[in-house]
């Protein structure tokens, strides 16, 4: 079954800092791979998508992530960290375009001044 | 452009009462997800659709649970005799089938949620 990592359940980072935010999947097939946001009391957006086109991948909001296969990682970064960023975010994979999505548990990032 | 909508926002209950949430996708989406976030937690994916089609349910998805869709449009999750363990915020998202769209992959897109409390 497709399943993802994500490490470190909190992540501090001061404004203008690079933000890093880990994720690792586990799968026996091609994977598609996704970064969700969500703001308190509010859904899920999609942030990027990786679906076997380029390994970099450039999302909304100044995100990207970049998929490595042989570390099995789609790790998340943005360059200078807004107060804005300070979110929960969650990586996700399916097996196939359309499927249900498998999420992992979470990084909740937090923006200090 | 109108997204994905859920009513109730809220919902607080006492146990062993019934409730029934109702999510209406994005208009043209043929494809809608019910799943279920509790506290600290990811998404955790319960059912679904395919036009009014039910085509997959979870091992969470117990006997108490049951959706439908049933003109392919709007969708509801009834859950019976509520448990203290229903508590959760439970998602549906929306989305295009990929099957004859030319992409390799249709974004979902996610409701605001309902937020369940059972007392």
């Known amino acids: 079954a497709q399943s993802v990592t994500q490490l470190g359940s909190h992540v501090s980072v001061s404004e203008g800092a690079l933000v890093l935010l880990r994720c690792n999947y586990s799968?026996?097939?091609?994977?598609?791979l996704f970064w969700y946001v969500q703001y308190p009391n509010q859904g899920l957006q999609l942030l990027l998508k990786?679906?076997?086109?380029?390994?970099l991948v450039k999302g909304i909001n100044g995100f990207e992530a970049e998929f490595k296969k042989s570390e099995t990682s789609f790790h998340l970064t943005k360059p200078s960290a807004h107060m804005s960023d300070a979110a929960e975010y969650f990586c996700?994979?399916?097996?196939?375009?359309?499927?249900?999505?498998?999420f992992g548990k979470g990084t909740s990032l937090l923006v200090t001044p | 452009d109108t997204g994905v909508s859920q009513d109730p926002r809220h919902k607080i209950t006492k146990r062993g009462q019934n409730v029934t949430f109702r999510c209406d996708p994005i208009?043209?989406?043929?494809?809608l997800y019910w799943y279920r976030q509790t506290l600290g937690q990811g998404p955790e994916f319960l059912t679904y659709?395919?036009?009014?089609?039910?085509?997959?349910k979870s091992r969470l998805l117990s006997d108490r649970f049951s959706a439908e869709r049933p003109k392919g449009s709007f969708s509801t999750l009834e859950i019976q005799r509520t448990e203290q363990g229903d508590s959760a915020m439970y998602l549906c998202?929306?989305?295009?089938?990929?099957?004859?769209?030319?992409?390799?992959?249709?974004?979902?897109?996610f409701g605001p949620g309902t937020r369940l409390t059972v007392l």
């Open positions: 998202a929306s989305s295009l089938s990929p099957v004859g769209s030319g992409l390799s992959y249709n974004e979902q897109f």
């Open positions: 799968s026996s097939v091609p994977p598609y």
């Open positions: 990786y679906t076997s086109a380029a390994t």
């Open positions: 996700a994979v399916t097996p196939n375009s359309g499927y249900a999505l498998n």
């Open positions: 208009s043209e989406h043929n494809r």
């Open positions: 659709f395919q036009n009014e089609a039910q085509l997959e």
